[in-house]
């Protein structure tokens, strides 16, 4: 059978089209963030959109290490964005990533019964990741929609992402002490 014409090469042409798609999607989640002044939220979210492009490349170069092209390949993966506003944006996100790991698990199940056991790890190795994309969305959706992203139950320490200032407390600072910019530049404390 030509590597082409087998499901799991169509299924890493989706996943090549999902994870560009991811990129671009959260980028524009980042630049919504940052516009209203939420830093280091922008910033987390940057480092999201990095890994999704990074895992459009791994899956890019796959494709054509298995092929050897690219020709005729339909790449839509149907991930609209959904949402003009962060909170929206990162449920959206939440929900996108959560359906690609189900996705990639079943791309991984398909790829091990046409016998390309490589292809198959790299899908489950992906999903590993966008399951942590899921969790960390699912967790700045829900403080921020709480108002609870730069609250604690217990004192930690927070860290003004633009001149190191640390504070310990509840609630993060309004306004640096030091350098006085905004709540949004403190570093996020997310989920491990």
């Given at each position: 059978m030509e590597f082409d014409k087998t499901q799991t090469f169509i299924n890493l042409a989706r996943s090549f089209a999902g994870e560009s798609q991811a990129g671009l999607r959260y980028q524009f989640i980042a630049q919504l963030a940052m516009k209203q002044g939420y830093k280091t939220l922008s910033d987390e979210i940057k480092y999201i959109a990095h890994n999704e492009t990074a895992h459009a490349k791994i899956i890019f170069d796959t494709i054509i290490e298995k092929n050897g092209n690219t020709d005729n390949v339909d790449i839509s993966a149907g991930y609209p964005?959904?949402?003009?506003?962060?909170?929206?944006?990162?449920?959206?996100?939440?929900?996108?990533?959560?359906?690609?790991?189900?996705?990639?698990?079943?791309?991984s199940e398909t790829a091990m019964k046409e016998g390309f056991k490589d292809v198959a790890e790299l899908f489950l190795r992906i999903a590993d990741v966008e399951n942590h994309h899921e969790t960390v969305f699912r967790y700045l959706y829900d403080n921020f929609k709480n108002g609870t992203l730069f609250t604690s139950d217990k004192p930690i320490v927070y860290e003004c992402g633009n001149c190191g200032f640390k504070f310990t407390a509840k609630e993060a600072f309004n306004v640096c002490p030091l350098c006085k910019v905004s709540q949004g530049f403190v570093k996020l404390k997310l989920p491990e």
């Open positions: 964005f959904e949402g003009d506003t962060i909170e929206n944006g990162l449920l959206a996100a939440a929900n996108a990533e959560l359906t690609e790991v189900k996705i990639y698990r079943e791309f």
